[in-house]
């Protein structure tokens, strides 16, 4: 009897470990780590209507001033360069007024890991050097773009209508899985 109780004792101690084990490797997902997702999208443009009044200069968030002709094409703002975080990360961060007076953020040259819920994120969070800036981007007033399309390429994200992209000095390529900042790079206007 006590033969059959120790070998049902060892088949649930085996079964816990296979749950907690599969449901780790669900939760890590650390093959993502080995897998690139490269996205080569082209910047996007917008037509001006007759309406549009958008100029090559703007206020000071960037906005076109009213009354003058529109650009010709997409017009960077602002840009900043990547610095690593938790993961190597290099490439440029834009932000771009289309003709049509929308803003875009616009990652070019991205080059980081990939990992599980990675997601772009406009911060007030200031970017910081080493571990110090690895957990920032959560504390204060920030704005979920999107889910990071591919962790290699050129990739855009429209922001939304009524975002004060100027209000938020910082992106982050953000895992929200564990609440760290892969890499980050400080806006400047351009």
């Not at 875009?104 to 406009?122: A, F, I, M, Q, W």
């Not at 994200?157 to 009524?162: D, F, I, Q, R, V």
Request: aromatic share 8%; proline share 6%.
């Amino acid at each position: 009897m006590e033969r059959v109780t120790r070998r049902r004792r060892w088949v649930a101690v085996a079964v816990a470990g296979l749950v907690v084990a599969v449901a780790g490797l669900v939760w890590f997902k650390p093959w993502a780590l080995w897998v690139d997702e490269t996205v080569n999208e082209a910047l996007p443009t917008a037509t001006a209507t007759a309406t549009a009044t958008a100029s090559a200069s703007a206020t000071a968030s960037g906005e076109p001033v009213p009354g003058t002709p529109s650009p010709a094409g997409p017009v960077t703002v602002a840009q900043g360069g990547f610095i690593s975080h938790e993961h190597a990360t290099a490439g440029t961060v834009k932000i771009v007024r289309l003709a049509d007076g929308t803003h875009t953020l616009r990652l070019e040259g991205l080059d980081t890991s990939n990992g599980p819920d990675l997601r772009v994120r406009l911060s007030d969070a200031p970017v910081k050097e080493g571990k110090a800036g690895w957990f920032v981007f959560d504390d204060g007033k920030y704005v979920d773009l999107a889910k990071l399309k591919g962790n290699k390429g050129d990739q855009n994200y429209p922001l939304p209508a009524g975002v004060d992209w100027s209000a938020y000095p910082s992106v982050s390529i953000w895992c929200d899985r564990f609440d760290v900042s892969f890499g980050a790079a400080a806006l400047a206007r351009a």
